[in-house]
């Protein structure tokens, strides 16, 4: 059984930083592409990163770039989001998802298989 366990989401004034994790278990996880998606309050689930198996290959909604950083460490299972310069506007449950096949970089909800539970992220202004 698949399962996706986001961390390390909280309050964090604007302009600060954090950094979300997602543990994975119960696959083989390095030949998993791995995003991020966030959903914020009364709106539409959206991408915010993607990463590749190898991690060699990121892409990133615009709204995002430059502030944050994909990354993977197979050996740990596990795929970080480093995010910098909040804003309020970043505010949201974030939730982490994997692609059973295929590596690549996937920016669409529906091209993933597993999904975690979310963590959720508050800016305050």
């Known amino acids: 059984q698949v399962q996706l366990v986001e961390s390390g989401g909280g309050l964090v004034q604007a302009g600060g930083s954090l950094r979300l994790s997602c543990a994975a278990s119960g696959r083989t996880f390095s030949s998993d592409p791995m995003g991020w998606f966030r959903r914020a309050p009364g709106k539409e689930r959206e991408f915010v990163a993607a990463t590749s198996c190898s991690g060699g290959n990121t892409y990133y909604a615009d709204s995002v770039k430059g502030r944050f950083t994909i990354s993977r460490d197979n050996a740990k299972n596990t795929v970080y989001l480093q995010m910098n310069s909040l804003k309020p506007e970043d505010t949201a449950v974030y939730y982490c998802?994997?692609?059973?096949?295929?590596?690549?970089?996937?920016?669409?909800?529906?091209?993933?298989?597993?999904w975690g539970q979310g963590t959720q992220v508050t800016v305050s202004s």
């Open positions: 998802a994997a692609r059973s096949d295929s590596c690549g970089t996937y920016l669409r909800s529906w091209d993933y298989d597993y």
